[in-house]
């Protein structure tokens, strides 16, 4: 996997120590092991984007927010310049984009998967928290907790993420689709 701006393991590390955790907590709390923890915040090892999301949600902020630079607002973003993680073996990449309504909870995320390639099953996300999605091109095929949705190009869904999420691709192109995710009644206490 790779990464582009900041390191994302000084990244974990700095919000981690700010917020008193010892790496054996914040592998309770967000359910990566703590050898793990310690790969990525050493980069040795990058993160999934299944692993980080859990990382940035046990961290209590968004995976965008713990791949940008703290306290830059966005204005002009040129693709080569986007917050993103590419798991190249898995066939998944993050793109976020934070911006100075990222401060009120609205982060806008591009996912892009290979043919049959799957973020895995994430965790539920904070109450409070709203999802809109929207297929660019591909099949999608979209499980919030325990209901499949099939989705195509142009296909579009608002849903509360308060379950299980999984994005998989179901067709044998890429898949790509627009995420925007509105946090702003989800009560951030950062």
């Known amino acids: ?94 793109h976020g984009v934070t911006t100075t309504l990222a401060r009120g909870g609205l982060e806008v995320v591009t996912y892009v998967l290979g043919p049959r390639a799957t973020t895995g099953e994430m965790p539920a996300n904070r109450a409070g928290v709203l999802e809109h999605l929207t297929v660019v091109r591909g099949r999608l095929r979209l499980t919030l907790g325990d209901e499949e949705i099939a989705l195509g190009a142009g296909d579009h869904i608002t849903y509360a993420p308060q379950f299980a999420v999984e994005y998989r691709n179901a067709g044998r192109g890429e898949l790509e689709f627009v995420l925007l995710s509105d946090g702003g009644a989800a009560g951030r206490e950062h």
């Open 1 to 94: 996997m790779t990464h582009s701006g900041p390191d994302v393991g000084a990244q974990i590390r700095a919000r981690r120590q700010q917020q008193g955790l010892t790496l054996d907590a914040l592998a309770q709390s967000s359910g990566v092991s703590s050898a793990m923890l310690s790969e990525v915040e050493r980069s040795v090892k990058n993160p999934t984007v299944k692993l980080a999301w859990q990382i940035a949600r046990a961290l209590g902020c968004s995976l965008t927010e713990l791949l940008d630079e703290p306290g830059a607002p966005t204005r002009l973003v040129k693709a080569e310049q986007r917050r993103s993680l590419v798991d190249a073996e898995g066939g998944v990449q993050r």
